[in-house]
């Protein structure tokens, strides 16, 4: 079954503001880490999140971890025309040995 | 580009006939995951390899099987094709020499059409 369900489901924004989705997930993890994928291509690796972390950044982009919650966000600041994919996580559960589970999505559209 | 090469590109088919997907890692990966994308499930984890090995199996129906082979690359086969099995298939593979924030690089996929 999914690990994670991303929210919303699609969001449209203005170019330059920011953009906030959220995932939760269902049960403990050793890391978390974001996916993006521009339409009908092969997802790529965004950035990566340990379950002892709270907070990490890499350019514009934020990821939050509440592992309390089982939810984590991600912020993309300053959002260009380029930015539009869908944006993906994915779990890896404990002592699965490297599996990884990945959420529904969001879409994100910036205008120009 | 990620190093993951997948063939074909694009299959079209039709029901109840079997195919064969394929997947080179990046050099020196030992993981080979297999992904199922549709426009209704999302991305579902379908079956992973590591070093010619089973490793997991996740949603993936009895009439699919995979394998590594010794050169690390993998097949994926779907046999008694369904309309519903049409989909974009994607392998994926991690696993250097570490064994923990593995991340996952993905091929292009392979979009499966049966009609």
């Known amino acids: 079954s999914q690990q994670g369900e991303e929210d919303p489901q699609a969001l449209s924004i203005q170019e330059g503001e920011n953009a906030t989705m959220n995932c939760s997930y269902k049960?403990?993890?050793?890391?978390l880490q974001w996916y993006r994928q521009n339409s009908g291509r092969g997802l790529v690796h965004l950035i990566l999140?340990?379950?002892?972390?709270r907070e990490k950044h890499s350019g514009r982009l934020r990821v939050t971890l509440d592992t309390s919650k089982k939810s984590s966000s991600l912020l993309i600041t300053a959002s260009r025309a380029a930015d539009t994919a869908s944006y993906f996580c994915?779990?890896?559960?404990?002592?699965?040995?490297?599996?990884?589970?990945f959420g529904t999505g969001t879409s994100l559209t910036v205008i120009p | 580009d990620s190093g993951v090469t997948q063939t074909p590109k694009h299959l079209i088919t039709a029901t109840g006939q079997r195919v064969t997907l394929r997947c080179s890692p990046r050099?020196?990966?030992?993981?080979v995951y297999w992904y199922q994308q549709s426009l209704d499930q999302g991305l579902q984890f379908l079956i992973q390899?590591?070093?010619?090995?089973?490793?997991a199996k996740g949603n993936i129906l009895e009439r699919f099987s995979a394998q590594q082979f010794p050169d690390l690359h993998s097949e994926l086969n779907l046999s008694s094709l369904e309309l519903g099995d049409s989909a974009l298939y994607f392998c994926?593979?991690?696993?250097?020499?570490?064994?923990?924030?593995?991340?996952?690089?993905f091929g292009s996929g392979t979009q499966l059409s049966v009609l």
């Open positions: 994926a593979s991690s696993g250097g020499p570490r064994d923990f924030d593995e991340k996952l690089f």
């Open positions: 049960t403990s993890i050793n890391n």
């Open positions: 999140i340990r379950s002892n972390e």
């Open positions: 994915a779990t890896e559960p404990l002592n699965t040995g490297n599996q990884f589970y």
């Open positions: 050099s020196g990966d030992l993981s």
């Open positions: 390899y590591y070093n010619g090995e089973e490793r």
